[in-house]
């Protein structure tokens, strides 16, 4: 890997996204708006003191309320900090060493108190609540039935205002790599528009209705890609979870007929539009790969071996045409003691060694839960092995 002289963070990455040389491991962290508050209280302070005094404010109420037994609001608020204004997460993943960071969408359209509970829509018109939990779940689809799908209104992402943090984070980290987010025709869908169950019902009881449907989906989403390019993203990630542990949503063939051309599609605007892409998909991957290359995906994250997927395997087959963004197992890696765990980011360093296109990325979000002490060995391993003294 070390060919060169030093390059910034974005020449990194897009050299490990085209399979070219580069002068250092590239790697990517990616945090839960949780940790990134846990982690700016208890392990590493950000530089800037407004936002740091907020985020260990919001832990402190988080983690002392009980956390997941803490009141809803102490709960929500720290996805605050994922989004324009603060931009705390983003700036604080990049200070921690990230070559790169995902910017998406903003969703957020209306917030209502309800029997004293916080309901939240988004633009596309889900329904959404925060639950038992730390995240929004869908509620009340934005379709119930073919009427409501054949008469739907998408929303409109012509407004430039909906693009400034990727504008704002352009100006601040020229020398950063920036991913803008956006949905592909399954997975957003099928969790928030229709419901798992609904969607694939519909898919096999109105297959025409539903294709125009999806097709007319990745040409509003493309509006959206095309802006976030303009903006100053360099890699265009598109959100897309085809897999449970140890299988897909779909057949292969299913997920061909009714997924694949639309993922292409929105491949191919990225690359007019002079944009690598990176395709974003949790769950078992093993049999969609040959159909990845196809479509001429450049980067495949997250490769979790939670669900079943076989990095040895892969890249050996794989790794001349795809590079895959994995390696840290932040989901398996909570439970391991320290030195397991530091073996498993060395092992995935080595294969990844092996071949050009490889990053060092977390296989999913890093979530407050992980202990401190996996967190400090997590980090001290990523840069011995950038650095070159870490016993490999």
Known sequence: MNTKSAMTSRERILAAGRGLPVDRLPVFYWLNPHACCRMIA??????????NALASFLWRRFHNGGE??????????????????????????????????????????????????LIITDVYGVVRSLGSGIYVDMIEPAIKD?????????????????????????????????????????DFPQTGLFGTEKMLTMLMDYPEEMQTFMQRWTENEIVALRHSVKAGADIVLIYDDYGYNNRTFMSPRMWKKFVFPHLKRLVDTAHEAGA?????????????????????????QAFQPLAGNDFTAAYAKYGDKLTFVTGIDTQ??????????????????????????FVLGFTHEMQYTMPDANVRVLFDTVAGLQAGTCEI
Not at 42 to 51: F, I, R
Not at 159 to 175: F, W
Not at 332 to 355: P, S, W
Request: proline share 4%; net charge neutral; aromatic share 12%.
């Open 146 to 186: 073919i009427s409501e799908l054949q008469k739907y209104v998408f929303p409109d992402f012509t407004a430039e205002s909906g693009y400034e943090l990727i504008r704002m984070n352009r100006r601040r980290h020229p020398e950063k790599c920036l991913c803008a987010g956006i949905f592909g025709a399954f």
């Open 68 to 117: 997941l037994k803490s009141h809803e609001y102490w709960r929500a608020l720290p996805l605050l900090l994922d989004g324009y204004p603060f931009n705390a997460l983003t700036e604080y993943t990049f200070q921690l060493g990230s070559d790169m960071v995902f910017i998406g969408h903003n969703l957020l359209q209306s917030v209502r108190l309800k029997k004293g509970h």
């Open 276 to 300: 690598l892409t990176l395709l974003h998909s949790c769950g078992y991957q093993m049999t969609l790969l040959d159909s990845y290359i196809e479509a001429g995906i450049d980067m495949l």
């Open 332 to 357: 398996r890696g909570e439970t391991m003691n320290l030195q397991e765990f530091q073996d498993d980011i060395v092992n995935a360093y080595k294969i990844g060694c092996t071949k050009p296109r």
């Open 42 to 51: 208890e392990y590493q302070p950000l530089g800037k003191w407004g936002v």
